[in-house]
């Protein structure tokens, strides 16, 4: 299979953890990066790897991936960080990209 | 890094747009590149990437035979040529840089999308 699942919405309250999954095939084979995306504005990269943070990502932001779901752990969550939230990874055949379908954080 | 998308409009069922991604403040020539959609209201599409000079690409079933990606890496530039267009290729459309490894590739730079839409 080429797609990546997500569930479509999670709510948290103010300062706990929420776990954002991803389940799809190939992510025995490839690993998932994760990117946040506001309304009105571009995404941006918030996982990538196994579990790397780019530059200027608070460290509350974290990644895991076990068998064929990866995940993305927000620690401590602030009110910025309600925005949709959308895992990629290869497809199956690993010549093509795909995304999840998004996880809206509501904070 | 800043990539900057042009091209979007307006264009009739079965017409023809071409997308241009400008970049500057990277070495271009170092990356793959993609081009990634959003329709209205709807989540992250891939459509087609590029390797660095060319000789790779790739794209989603239902653009492959109507969308041409192509680079310039002498003028740091990026295109999606998009013929035969539907209506279900309205959409926000976004380049974004990308670092493709042997089990992991991630997209550390976007631009702010350019908008096409399809209507007649």
């Known amino acids: ?50 579990n790397n943070r780019p530059s200027g990502i608070p460290d509350r932001f974290s990644g895991s991936t076990s068998e064929n779901t990866a995940s993305l752990t927000i620690t401590g969550v602030q009110a910025e960080d309600e925005a949709d939230y959308y895992c990629y990874s290869r497809d199956s055949s690993g010549h093509r990209g795909v995304f999840g379908g998004g996880t809206r954080v509501t904070v | ?26 070495t271009f020539s170092y990356y793959w590149m993609t081009w990634v959609r959003q329709a209205p209201g709807k989540g992250l599409e891939w459509v087609a990437h ?14 492959r035979g109507r969308f041409t990606i192509s680079r310039d890496n002498a003028r740091n530039s990026l295109s999606l040529q998009m013929n035969s267009l539907r209506a279900e290729d ?4 976004y380049c974004a840089r990308g670092v493709r490894e042997l089990r992991r590739d991630w997209f550390d730079s976007w631009g702010q999308g350019t908008l096409v839409t399809v209507s007649s």
């Open chain 1, 1 to 50: 299979s080429s797609e990546l699942t997500q569930d479509p919405a999670v709510s948290v309250a103010l300062g706990q953890t929420v776990r954002i999954t991803c389940h799809g095939d190939s992510l025995r084979t490839y690993y998932a990066s994760w990117y946040q995306q506001r309304p009105g504005q571009a995404p941006i990269l918030v996982i990538y790897g196994k």
């Open chain 2, 1 to 26: 890094v800043q990539l900057v998308e042009s091209g979007g409009g307006l264009v009739q069922p079965g017409g023809s747009l071409r997308l241009s991604c400008e970049a500057s403040g990277i």
């Open chain 2, 50 to 63: 590029i390797n660095q000079d060319g000789t790779e690409t790739h794209s989603m079933d239902s653009v």
């Open chain 2, 90 to 93: 309205t959409a926000v459309y």
